[in-house]
């Protein structure tokens, strides 16, 4: 590792937020001119040889006057980031594809507002523009592109002003201990087939079928043998009608990881039961998930899809 690298780790690393609020103080900005600060910088100093030359009194006040603006700015550009409070959101997760985005609460405690802050997490993945007025806090979403599946670290950020006049740039690192959950991509295909099992209950397959609890419309997944032929009947031109029963005898789908081609990459049979198991969701169905080494039992519900996702997602083959 060469000097430079090792200086600029231990400067990261003492400016490593964790999930903190953090206040940017004046050890933690740094200003410096942008190129129209130093073109600005050439040209007073053309003027100011030229009204020695010429002794020009009124080229020195001019000369005197801009660079008084030029170092008046430099002071509000730092001043601009100089205080700002920043803490840290949650992410919600995302599928391998999309984009993820990290929030981030900007807080002013000043009276006067704080313009033109910009905010960037990567190079490329596009800036992030903010106005805070006075005595308010604002909250950004930093963008980040998820390409694969897993935990997705926020890199460092870099945040930045060149507000009033353009003339000094003024910027700070942060490096929150943000990550945002990125579930493999789904592949849409069909669903397996239901499997009857035993729920609630001491009957059999026969017993079970006993309580009738009513009708529902019919999905992909359920067996022919559960369609109400005769009330389908009365009404051909609606969707076949299932019966439903409660306790005894049920249906659920179980989402196993050898129900996919062999063949397939791991990361596409992920994909694939992904699939399934956001298909499953929709159709409001009972399902189980099944990986090596990992068998979630059958559920349902928002709880159970989200450990069906981040299985997928988390799952080390």
Excluded at 83 to 109: D, K, S, W
Excluded at 280 to 302: F, K, N, Q, S, V
């Amino acid at each position: 590792m060469t000097l430079f690298a090792t200086l600029r780790q231990r400067l990261f690393r003492w400016q490593s937020d964790g999930t903190a609020p953090t206040r940017l103080g004046q050890r933690r900005v740094f200003i410096l001119p942008t190129g129209a600060g130093l073109l600005f910088t050439i040209a007073l100093v053309v003027m100011l040889i030229g009204a020695i030359n010429y002794t020009l009194a009124l080229g020195h006040a001019l000369v005197f006057l801009l660079a008084g603006i030029a170092l008046n700015g430099m002071v509000h550009t730092f001043r601009n980031l100089h205080g700002l409070i920043v803490t840290p959101g949650r992410c919600e997760p995302v599928f391998a594809g999309e984009i993820a985005h990290f929030p981030l609460r900007l807080g002013n405690e000043r009276n006067s507002p704080r313009l033109g802050l910009e905010l960037e997490a990567a190079p490329g993945a596009g800036s992030t523009h903010a106005d805070i007025a006075g005595n308010e806090m604002q909250r950004v979403s930093l963008p980040l592109p998820a390409e694969r599946r897993g935990w997705l670290s926020l890199p460092r950020v870099r945040l930045w002003t060149r507000y009033p006049l353009g003339l000094f740039r003024a910027w700070s690192y942060l490096q929150p201990e943000m990550r945002c959950l990125v579930y493999p991509a789904p592949l849409a295909s069909p669903l397996p087939p239901a499997v009857p099992t035993l729920r609630g209950g001491e009957h059999g397959n026969d017993g079970g079928e006993e309580d009738f609890a009513g009708f529902r419309l019919r999905q992909p997944a359920d067996s022919p043998r559960h369609v109400a032929w005769k009330a389908s009947a009365r009404a051909p031109s609606r969707p076949l009608l299932v019966k439903q029963f409660a306790g005894g005898a049920q249906v659920e789908l179980r989402l196993d990881w050898d129900l996919t081609n062999p063949a397939l990459p791991a990361e596409t049979r992920l994909s694939l039961l992904t699939g399934w198991v956001l298909a499953a969701d929709a159709l409001g169905a009972c399902y189980a998930l099944r990986l090596p080494g990992t068998d979630i039992p059958a559920g349902t519900g928002e709880q159970h899809r989200r450990r069906c996702l981040e299985t997928l997602a988390l799952a080390t083959l």
